[in-house]
Every structure is written in C-alpha cells, then in structure tokens.
C-alpha cells in the first residue's frame, strides 16, 4: 500500500493556492474587508481620472470582488427608501425643524456618532480640494479622522445654520420657543430623543444613532431634489 505525503484533501507542495482575501489573515470581517476593497478601488478611479493610473490597471482595481458576508446581519437595516423618509420627515417649516433635519442629513450621510455631531462645530468643517469636509474630527478612542461631506449635507447643513444665525461654535444647538438657538451646542442624549420621534414618525421605530452610521457607510446619501442638492456617493473610510 502506498503512503500518503500528507492528510487526505491538503494541497501538495505543487498544487495552485488560492489568493487570500485582503486582510483575512489579519482576522478582519467581511464588512470590513469590502470597505477597504471599496476604498481603494475609489482610489484607483481617482487616480486615473488625474492621470496617476494607467486606465487599463485601475479598470483591473475596480473589477477585484469583494468578500460574501456569511451569517445573519445583526442591527437595523435601513433602505433608500427608508432613509429618504425619515430625512423627509421634519417639515422644516421653523428653525429646529430645520436643524433637525441638518442633524439627520448629518447621521446618514457623514455617518457621526452621536457624541460627534454633538461636537461638531463650525470650524471642523472646510474645503479641502475643492470639497467639503469635517476635518480632524476627535472620535472614538482619540482616533482623528477627516470625513468627506456629501453636497446634499452642506445644503442642509447651511439652511439650518444660515437660518439660527450660527457663525461659529457648536453647529447644533438648542432652540428655544422663540425659534431662536442658544449659545451651548446640544447633548448626546437630545441627538438620541430626536432620532427616535422622527423615526417612529418615518414607520422606523427603534432606529439607532449607529444604524444611521451603518447606512452610511454603504449607501448613496438620499436627496428628494436633485436640482439643487445634487447626490455624491458616499466614500468609504474606515469603519471602526
């Protein structure tokens, strides 16, 4: 009886090894690993569209598959649909329904904690190459990050602000019953209450601050009017 070389089913020494994914030996998941892909596949267009990249290799970037997510999503899950309803919801008839909706564009489009867009002030956000950002933005852990801000977020952003007469400070901040905003920005915790009317109001109860991120980082921002808030893909960053 002839004997093995190894255990029944492992490759040999001359059998073809498949690629591993990126970043699977270093024990990241799939979601994770599929917005670095995404990321740098929108990395290789740019870098073509400014004559960095040869067309031929950032058309080879941007056909490389992602990884198939195994398991049960856990979370809320929101659709276009979805979120363009709860973004709909304030009337934006009085000033704090304009900031309210500011602060929704904000959590689906920029994809903020809610400690963060408590933070958020006048001066993070900045025109970096010609597009807006919040830049050096102080999140979790210490980390510091630049996050790029779709147009239809500065449009809601700037109505809000334009409207409250906020020029620096805090972005958000409390509005009092003569529509006017005071000079201490908001808590977490009115970000969270705020949140939670208006998705109940949208038929999303329970929505969380966190979802609102998750939608963010893999979706276009929703825009009910494309005149005069044009969409821009989200970018993906890093999600942690």
């Known amino acids: 009886m002839s004997s093995s070389s190894g255990m029944a089913g492992s490759p040999g020494p001359d059998s073809p090894r498949r690629p591993c994914a990126p970043g699977a030996t270093r024990g990241l998941g799939a979601v994770s690993i599929n917005v670095r892909i995404t990321a740098v596949r929108k990395l290789a267009v740019e870098a073509a569209d400014n004559g960095l990249l040869a067309p031929?290799?950032?058309?080879?970037?941007?056909?490389?598959?992602?990884?198939?997510?195994?398991?049960?999503?856990?979370?809320n899950w929101l659709s276009i649909r979805q979120a363009q309803t709860l973004l709909n919801t304030p009337d934006t008839a009085t000033t704090k329904s304009l900031r309210d909706r500011a602060i929704l564009a904000v959590l689906l489009g920029c994809g903020l904690r809610r400690s963060e867009v408590a933070a958020l002030t006048v001066g993070h956000v900045q025109q970096r190459d010609g597009?807006?950002?919040i830049v050096d933005l102080v999140g979790k852990h210490g980390r510091v990050r630049t996050?790029?801000?779709?147009?239809?977020?500065?449009?809601?952003?700037?109505?809000?602000?334009?409207?409250?007469?906020?020029a620096d400070g805090y972005v958000f901040r409390p509005v009092n019953r003569a529509?006017?905003?005071?000079?201490?920005?908001?808590?977490?915790?009115?970000?969270?209450?705020?949140?939670?009317?208006?998705?109940?109001?949208?038929g999303v109860p329970g929505i969380a601050p966190h979802d609102l991120r998750r939608y963010a980082e893999s979706r276009i921002m929703p825009n009910d009017n494309v005149a005069t808030t044009p969409v821009r893909r989200w970018t993906p960053r890093d999600a942690a």
């Open 56 to 75: 031929e290799l950032a058309a080879g970037i941007t056909r490389v598959k992602g990884v198939a997510s195994k398991g049960v999503r856990l979370g």
């Open 131 to 133: 597009r807006w950002c």
């Open 147 to 166: 996050i790029p801000v779709p147009t239809s977020v500065k449009v809601a952003t700037d109505a809000w602000t334009a409207t409250a007469g906020v």
């Open 179 to 202: 529509g006017h905003a005071q000079g201490v920005g908001l808590s977490e915790k009115v970000v969270w209450q705020l949140l939670q009317g208006y998705a109940a109001a949208a």
